[in-house]
């Protein structure tokens, strides 16, 4: 497949057996959701998914997912209370038992940042009240708009307000600290409103100085995040549709075009996107989706996301196994069309610092759709070739090769791309070339008289100066 599977783990996969039939049934990435779990129980998953790596002789990535800053209810009395509409009740920063009087908002500057007339929106929405008057110190005061029962530890979402909120709570530094301890691949930061919120995450890894350095998803689930997205792109690795917290924070009918909106600049910058939420949330507790989540699917597919991603379907749903095969059967299925192929971006400004590289990628990808090309294999150090191919969509195989194991693992997530490990003592490019060959004939994958075109940099060792392009028609010498 080339359209890529994220797959959440928790209390329902985090079996060793289960592990394993996620990854034979089309599983790429692993996502640890440290909203939950503990750091020991985190540590045992990665030390799991690496020895499976191992065993399978595969490349599975591990993204991991910081909390950030999400607001809660605190805890409810009898576990829940009914709000009806026109009720009126206080909001409080102040830790207390939750009645119909008063609940608490896990947000100390609750009382400082909204304003009369702005909405709060409970549980994604299903609870909607208004704000009437602040105390400006503690309290807030409430009339239910929407109303239903209100349970423990609920989000809360202010979509009107301008929180003061930081990028990264006290839980979120701690995690990060333990995260880079460990191979993790991906690291996703949780509500981006700013360029800057990005800049100082990596800031904060640069300052650990770990001996690798994950690549950062920005999710996108704030409004202020959409005005600042040109900016985001350009300094995550990789951007999240996360569409949860997105659908609360904006109105909903404008998340489906917003979505497109998203891949369309990350295919045009070359950066892998994520789409995220809901995606079979069907089978959480059914063997079968709805239809409804099939399109959905479908046509994310369709828009050329590199990557959907499972949540509860597969970290707390029955059918966790179930779940990935019927994605990647969806997924087989709409990529049997052609017209997903073939989105061929324009090679950067000549002033661009990689112009020549990018343009050689462009013309590798043209020059595959025109012989037929079965095979495009990028020699790759930093993965920056095998990125900007994956971004042109073409119909011919990418296999990114490269000497490091972890990049391979970072490139994943990312569409269209098999990595493959340059082993042993190969130093020149030709040898590369003939060992590739060797391998995909191995798995059946060319046969002779099939055309492959590959790019590297020239002298090999050389990095970050892709210039060259070369097509081989397997079986000649």
Not at 62 to 91: C, S, T, W, Y
């Amino acid at each position: 497949m080339r359209t890529k599977i994220i797959a959440t783990i928790g209390p329902a996969s985090a079996d060793r057996t289960v592990l394993k039939q996620l990854i034979k049934s089309g599983m790429d990435v692993c996502r640890l959701n440290f909203s939950h779990g503990t750091h020991e129980e985190h540590g045992k998953l990665i030390q799991t998914i690496k020895e499976l790596n191992i065993e399978m002789n595969s490349n599975i990535a591990i993204l991991a997912d910081l909390q950030g800053p999400k607001i809660r209810l605190g805890d409810i009395e009898n576990g829940e209370v009914m709000l009806h509409q026109g009720m009126k009740l206080l909001f409080t920063s102040k830790p207390c038992l939750g009645t119909k009087e008063k609940m608490y908002v896990s947000y100390s500057k609750l009382a400082q940042d909204v304003r009369p007339g702005e909405h709060l929106l409970i549980d994604d929405g299903k609870i909607c009240v208004r704000v009437v008057q602040s105390d400006g110190v503690e309290n807030i005061e409430v009339e239910v708009i929407e109303g239903g029962p209100v349970r423990p530890k609920k989000g809360v979402n202010m979509p009107n307000t301008l929180l003061s909120l930081p990028s990264m709570t006290d839980k979120d530094r701690h995690d990060l600290a333990f995260i880079l301890t460990q191979d993790v691949h991906w690291i996703a930061l949780s509500f981006v409103r700013k360029a800057k919120d990005i800049i100082d995450l990596k800031q904060l890894m640069k300052n650990a100085n770990p001996d690798r350095m994950p690549w950062v998803m920005a999710k996108i689930e704030k409004p202020e995040a959409i005005n600042d997205i040109d900016k985001i792109i350009e300094v995550s690795e990789g951007i999240m549709v996360a569409r949860g917290d997105l659908g609360v924070e904006i109105p909903l009918q404008k998340v489906p075009m917003l979505q497109k909106k998203l891949i369309k600049k990350c295919i045009q910058a070359g950066k892998p996107i994520v789409v995220a939420t809901q995606m079979l949330e069907g089978m959480i507790n059914s063997s079968r989706p709805t239809r409804a989540e099939a399109s959905d699917v479908a046509n994310s597919v369709m828009d050329g996301a590199d990557t959907l991603m499972l949540s509860g379907e597969t970290s707390v749903g029955e059918h966790p196994v179930e779940a990935v095969v019927t994605m990647n059967r969806i997924i087989e299925d709409v990529e049997s069309f052609q017209s997903i192929y073939y989105k061929h971006n324009k090679p950067e400004h000549p002033e661009s610092e990689r112009y020549l590289s990018e343009a050689i990628i462009f013309d590798a990808c043209k020059l595959a759709r025109q012989i037929n090309a079965k095979v495009l294999f990028p020699i790759t150090h930093s993965g920056f070739s095998a990125l900007k191919m994956a971004s042109h969509r073409p119909e011919a195989r990418i296999f990114a090769l490269t000497y490091d194991r972890y990049l391979l693992q970072q490139l994943s997530l990312v569409w269209g791309i098999t990595g493959l490990l340059i082993e042993g003592d190969i130093k020149t490019s030709v040898e590369i070339v003939n060992n590739t060959i060797d391998q995909l004939k191995q798995k059946n994958i060319v046969k002779d008289g099939d055309l492959l075109i590959n790019t590297a940099s020239m002298p090999f060792y050389v990095k970050g100066k892709t210039n060259s392009l070369k097509v081989t028609v397997v079986g000649e010498e």
